[in-house]
Nanobody
């Protein structure tokens, strides 16, 4: 599975951005998709995950709950992260990641469980 993110950029606090992730190289229906972020000197952390086959199963980090929304367009093999009410602490490099899902329900939140990664896209939020 190959992944490519787009949509990052610079925005003022309170603004919005929509990140996109295009997948290729196989069926997406059995995937878990995760958005993760990382700042220099810190570990990569979960932002949100989605069960592509059953999109009711989503998870969000507490820090983004209610502000970010993860979604999937299975027909287009595309995944999105809508980020609203952005804060300076959201500044990071954001990555799209995928793993094969072997059971139903929620996807894993540990980035170490995801073998497929995009190159990342930078999001910078100014005060």
């Amino acid at each position: 599975v190959q992944l490519m993110e787009s949509g990052g950029g610079s925005v003022q606090a309170g603004g919005s951005l929509r990140l996109s992730c295009a997948a290729s190289g196989g069926s997406v229906s059995t995937l878990c998709i995760g958005w993760f972020r990382q700042v220099p000197g810190k570990e990569r952390e979960e932002v949100a995950t989605i069960n592509v086959e059953d999109q009711q199963w989503t998870t969000y980090a507490a820090s983004v709950q209610g502000r970010f929304t993860i979604s999937s367009d299975n027909a287009a093999s595309a995944f999105f992260l809508q980020m609203n009410t952005l804060k300076p602490e959201d500044t990071a490099k954001y990555y799209c990641a995928a793993r094969r899902r072997y059971s139903g329900g929620f996807c894993l939140s540990d980035p170490g469980e995801y073998p497929y990664w995009g190159q990342g896209t930078q999001v910078t939020v100014s005060p």
